[in-house]
């Protein structure tokens, strides 16, 4: 299906069953999940509320999906065990399996261990 900014403007919802506005015509009131986020808000359960459509020629159109501002809920705020479970997850990352050595950067997950082990070759060149 061919998209044009006539069939990508259905704010009643008949052509595609939500509210669909083309790329940046979407009007006041609606917020992506980033832009939620970044207000110190959340979905808070409800449901897609509104579709932005931008045509897009070889691999379909492109999708922004919009929630409502005002049923939107603040965001949790961070317990200690949350906190605590986060830098867990992260000192995990930066851990080196080879050598159990604390990397200081998250380890890429190309190499799956530390720089120094994954070319141990050329530390030995570099002294």
């Not at 900014?5 to 979407?26: E, H, M, Q, Y």
């Not at 720089?115 to 570099?126: G, H, N, S, T």
């Amino acid at each position: 299906m061919s998209l044009t900014f006539a069939k990508c403007f259905d704010p009643n919802g008949a052509l595609f069953g939500i509210p669909t506005f083309p790329w940046r015509c979407v009007p006041e009131g609606y917020a992506t999940r980033r832009q939620l986020r970044a207000r110190g808000l959340r979905p808070g359960g409800q449901e897609i509320a509104a579709q932005a459509l931008r045509p897009r020629y070889r691999r379909g159109p492109l999708v922004a999906y919009f929630y409502r501002l005002d049923a939107a809920k603040p965001v949790r705020p961070m317990t200690p065990a949350k906190r605590a479970a986060l830098d867990k997850a992260n000192t995990a990352r930066r851990t080196c399996p080879q050598c159990r050595k604390d990397a200081g950067y998250v380890i890429p997950l190309s190499l799956g261990v530390c720089v120094p082990c994954a070319y141990p070759d050329d530390e030995q060149r570099a002294a």
